[in-house]
């Protein structure tokens, strides 16, 4: 089949090469000239994993280009795709200035009948508008038809997830548009759930929020283990097995961030918002996210005597999570703004998303490395922001000796306890009680583990 996609962004690029890779002619649009220009030359503008040769591939076999004319682009695909951006607008609502500007021009250069797919995740209704919109712009009277075919994929994992999803969803309101989507999604053996437009939009954001509820769980779990002196990650696993409830999501850490997660749960709690309905869960589900960081520096703070003036921090991570490049709503750069309010002296490393956070985080108080060790050199303290493998293999011993103290502030849960503790580090943990007593305070654990095992009430 012959598609066009328009925004080639994390969402959009990576469709557009697996879509060809499955046989269509695919033809990528942006308005962003430098992107394209750099697609075509082989340079991806983002990381994501396998990307590289897949478009490289493509381009080759012919069934892969780009270009940022959006007349030329649609010209003769039967099926478009809107992949543009909705960031968060002020009031948590999503802006769909993009997707607005994007079905004006799709209106204006209709010239015979086009499947226009929405895979930006929009808020109920948008579908309709975009409707609406296009119809307003027509300049010949041509039939069309839209359809809500929202994303599932997880930056980091996403070819390997849009290849293998555990569902696609159309949203649909006529069934020569869903013929077409139904054959365009053919070689998928999972299930299409197919249904009217609104009830497509509310599946991803109820997905996204559910997922953000699951993670907030697990941090409030995680806050009450290390005052009752229980370990998160046994209580996830004891939790997990039932499958019921399933083991996913149920890693307790900083806290939820990215570019999706965050918006999209202050998106539907606007939505819910305007329709009268007070979202009471989703509401707390956003203050624990955000407390989740606050506790995490407090537990820094607290073990260097509530002074972290002229102290060296070093910390792995900036992207929002592992194998991405992408620093959007990162939990990772979000904590290092706290310490670094706080005096402290940061150092920083992260495999992918230095030269991005660069632009985010700038220069001053800061220290961007080229590796995990020199990061380290002469740390007073080391803190684990973002999961890469790569932070979970390091040579610890080495760390410990290039290192100025012994802290080890674990925002992920990714080393074992006992190994770093055995090297000498004091290891501090989400959800786990570590084996510095140092960080008692009123405000603390109820409950200690002394270092013979015994529990210790705090006063
Ligand atoms: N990133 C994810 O993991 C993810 C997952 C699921 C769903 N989504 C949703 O997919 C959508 C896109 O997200 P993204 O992360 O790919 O965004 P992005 O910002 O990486 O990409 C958007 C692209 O659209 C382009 N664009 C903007 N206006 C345009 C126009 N008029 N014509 C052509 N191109 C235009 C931009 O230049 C940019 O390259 C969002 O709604 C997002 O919520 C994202």
Partial sequence: MKLAIIGTGYIGLVGAAVFADWGNEVIGIDIDLKKIERIKSGDMPIY????????????????????????????DAEVVFICVGTPQGDDGSANLNYVWSVAKEIGENLDEYKVIVVKSTVPVGTNERVKEIIKENLKNNVRF??????????????????????????????????????KLYS????????????SAELIKYASNAFLATKISFINEIAQLCEKAGANVQTVAKGMGLDKRIGNHFLNAGLGYGGSCFPKDVAALYKTSTDMAYDFKLLRSVMEVNHRQRINYVKKIEYSFGKNLSGKTVACLGLAFKNNTDDIRESVAIKTIRIIRGLGAKIKVYDPQAV?????????????????????????DALCILTEWEEF?????KKVKSLMKGSKIFDGRNLLKQDEVEKLGFEYFAIGKISNGLDILDEERPVYAILRNGRRQKNK
């Fill in 48 to 75: 994501e994993p396998g990307l590289s040769e897949l478009v490289l591939n493509n381009i080759s076999a012919k069934r892969l280009d780009f270009t940022t004319s959006l007349p030329k682009g649609i010209k």
């Fill in 145 to 182: 038809d839209v359809v809500s075919n929202p994303e599932f994929l997880r930056e980091g994992s996403s070819i390997e997830d849009m290849q293998n999803t555990d569902r696609t969803v159309v949203g649909y309101d006529s069934e020569r548009a869903l013929k077409v989507m139904r």
């Fill in 187 to 198: 070689s998928i053996e999972s299930p299409l759930v197919e249904c009217d437009l609104r």
């Fill in 355 to 379: 030269e991005n956070a660069k632009n985010d985080l700038g220069l001053s108080n800061v220290e961007y490395t080229k590796n995990a060790y020199d990061c380290v050199k002469n740390a």
């Fill in 392 to 396: 979970k293999l390091l040579d610890y």
